[in-house]
């Protein structure tokens, strides 16, 4: 029976984490969650979920007195450091990283000193904390299972391929929301419109990443990190149906693939059973139909390369490339810049950044929290 504690329960991945644990209650015990500004969520899961010792509010707003009079025996850390409090002071197995954006970063570190198991769902942690991540790792007995559906199907694939076998790796991209949508009229996308994803459901934030592409480019660092292959040998094979999820190029020109459902909670499940396989409570059903391939359209997704290329340019670019993506996808959210205005200031951003070589945490922290006000200014805000 592995402790589980399961950051950012109130968003999309932590919601179907849940169905997970509640479908596996003989090998996992919840024992500490973390919500951010959705507060309301918490008492249905604590309903849910009596197993619960600790909950952490790392959002502005805490729960009302009669929640925490209610939940007596339940531990309510409201701070800024919440997060990192809970980690600290909670005795847990398993840590389920659900967070979005540069907030994931942290805790993955800090479970990482622990030695604990990790299913990491925020990607940010290896994009933007990649080298800091795998120095840390070396140091340490913790092991990282990725959840996103790319990566746990392509950790399915290498688990079984010998290393000397493989030439290179394919990563699978719907395209977004935006794939078919006539180019010269980009501009006037609503956020509506790029949230409207045809195979996913998921948080709003990978939703408009996935209609820029950002996330495919975000996918392909993540997996250099995990596996260990040179970014020459990451591919993106775009692909619309979202069945096939990762393709391995073996020495003999043969190809391997991992085909399955658009549906999270198998790749949630793979990852929190440290890369096993087990049944998945009502399955969506699997369908064989046509599957379609078709080349990147560079002109449609300009931001592909534009996180290349600050991935390449080193250093702290990326960090910087992620925040200015987590300000500009919410002001587009909010209505006050076009969807096309995304990628050129991150492309402008980049262009200009002189970035800090082998950063530290700190120094991520710092380029961050820099890069979000640089932003608001280059918009008038
Ligand atoms: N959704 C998917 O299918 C999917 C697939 C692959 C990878 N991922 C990755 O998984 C991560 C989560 O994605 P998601 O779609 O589940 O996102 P989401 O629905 O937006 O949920 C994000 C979670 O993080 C919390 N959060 C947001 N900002 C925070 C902050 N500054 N400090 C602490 N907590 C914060 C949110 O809390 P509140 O809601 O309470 O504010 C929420 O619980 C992302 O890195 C994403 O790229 C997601």
């Not at 987590?326 to 205005?341: R, S, W």
Request: aromatic content about 8%; some cysteine; proline content about 3%.
């Amino acid at each position: 029976m592995k402790r589980v504690i399961l950051l950012g329960a109130s968003g999309s991945i932590g919601q179907n984490t849940l169905d997970v644990i509640l479908h596996h209650l003989e090998d996992f015990k919840l024992v500490g969650i973390s919500v951010h500004s959705h507060i309301e969520l918490i008492p249905s899961i604590l309903d849910k979920f009596p197993s619960i010792e600790c909950v952490a509010i790392s959002g502005k707003k805490d729960v009302d007195d009669n929640i925490k009079e209610t939940y007596k025996d339940v531990t309510f850390i409201h701070d800024e450091r919440a997060i990192d409090q809970m980690l600290e002071t909670l005795d847990y197995d398993l840590l389920v990283n659900a967070l979005s954006g540069f907030a994931g970063l942290k805790p993955s570190l800090i479970a990482i000193k622990q030695n604990k198991i990790i299913a990491l769902s925020n990607k940010e942690t290896l994009v933007v904390g990649g080298d800091i991540v795998l120095k840390a790792l070396k140091n340490s007995t913790a092991k990282i299972y990725p959840i996103d559906s790319e990566h746990a199907a392509m950790h399915h694939l290498l688990m079984r391929i010998p290393k000397d076998e493989v030439k290179d790796i394919y990563i699978t991209c719907s395209g977004g929301a935006l794939r078919d949508y006539p180019l010269d009229k980009l501009e006037s996308v609503t956020p509506q419109m790029a949230l409207d994803h045809p195979r996913w459901k998921m948080g709003a934030k990978i939703t408009i990443d996935s209609a820029t592409l950002l996330n495919k480019a975000y996918e392909v660092i993540e997996a250099h990190y995990l596996f260990g292959f040179d970014i020459s040998q990451i591919h993106v094979l775009m692909h619309k149906e979202s069945i096939i999820h990762a393709l391995v190029n073996l020495v003999d020109h043969s190809y391997v693939a991992h085909l399955g459902t658009s549906d999270m909670r198998t790749f949630i499940q793979y990852a929190m059973y440290e890369g096993h396989s087990k049944i998945l409570y009502e399955p969506k059903p699997f369908q064989f139909e046509d599957l379609h391939f078709f080349k990147k359209d560079d002109e449609r997704y300009p931001m592909f390369h534009i996180v290349l290329k600050a991935y390449k340019k080193g250093g702290s670019s990326i960090a910087l490339v992620n925040a200015a993506s987590e300000v500009l996808d919410q002001l587009f959210l909010e209505g006050k810049i076009k969807f096309t205005d995304i990628a050129k200031i991150v492309k402008i951003l980049v262009d200009e950044d002189e970035p800090i070589i082998n950063p530290t945490y700190e120094d991520l922290v710092k380029v961050d929290e820099e890069t979000r006000l640089k932003v608001l200014r280059k918009v008038g805000l």
